[in-house]
């Protein structure tokens, strides 16, 4: 069935230290692939998304990979700030529908 | 530049009542979907809408019910409401081209079900 996992669940990094995030879906025809950051209380916030046509995408200090063949993609945060920290999921589009599944987040925790 | 809103921002309801989500997408977006958010958890979809027609619909009950206004605002029903209906309904606004389309979250509405 359709299915998004997403590790860690957690994650602690000291400031300045990267992070990473990793999502796997099962329909490998799904062909978009968005991340959303949540801090608590608002509304999740598209932060980087990419297609699949393309491996890897980059906007400053973030950035995610695409791997079609393993059916894997990761989100890459460098330079870790305090404001970083928040609750991070992926999704991957539903093919020959028109919703997104998501996974369960990851609560990302930035140490000063 | 508005971005997506929703209403009201916090609702209390009791076991068996009916609630009204109320939704209105960025201007020029023609396509909201409504997805349910539990404590701890990611969005579940709900609904998709699209030139005030039903383009999808995930695994919820029929209690659960949406409506598209010519305006592109939208409705989302629950009636009888359970316990475990009580979440954070998010909707989220989309040109609604395809299915590849970036979707853009509003606030959402608190629902606390009693």
């Known amino acids: 069935g359709e299915n998004v996992e997403q590790h860690p669940s957690t994650l602690s990094v000291q400031e300045g230290d990267s992070a990473v995030i990793k999502c796997t879906y099962s329909?490998?025809?799904?062909?978009?692939f968005p991340w959303y950051k949540q801090e608590l209380g608002k509304r999740p916030q598209l932060i980087i998304d990419?297609?699949?046509?393309?491996g890897e995408k980059k906007d400053q200090r973030i950035a995610v990979t695409l791997n079609k063949t393993a059916k894997h993609f990761s989100l890459h945060i460098t330079e870790t700030q305090p404001e970083d920290s928040a609750v991070y999921f992926c999704?991957?589009?539903?093919?020959?529908?028109?919703?997104?599944?998501f996974g369960t987040g990851t609560r990302l925790k930035v140490l000063a | 530049d508005a971005g997506v809103t929703q209403s009201p921002t916090h609702l209390i309801k009791t076991r068996g009542q009916h609630v009204t989500l109320r939704c209105s997408p960025i201007?020029?977006?023609?396509?909201v979907s409504w997805y349910q958010q539990v404590l701890g958890q990611g969005p579940q979809f709900i609904f998709q809408?699209?030139?005030?027609?039903?383009?999808g619909r995930g695994n919820f009950p029929d209690r659960f019910s949406a409506r598209q206004f010519p305006n592109y605002s939208s409705e989302l029903n629950v009636n009888a409401l359970l316990l475990g209906d009580s979440a954070l309904y998010l909707c989220?606004?989309?040109?609604?081209?395809?299915?590849?389309?970036?979707?853009?979250f509003g606030p959402g509405t608190r629902l606390t079900v009693l």
């Open positions: 201007s020029g977006h023609k396509s």
């Open positions: 989220a606004s989309s040109r609604g081209q395809g299915v590849t389309d970036t979707q853009y």
């Open positions: 809408y699209y030139e005030k027609e039903e383009r």
């Open positions: 999704a991957a589009s539903l093919p020959g529908t028109y919703k997104y599944i």
């Open positions: 329909d490998s025809a799904s062909n978009y």
């Open positions: 990419i297609r699949s046509n393309v």
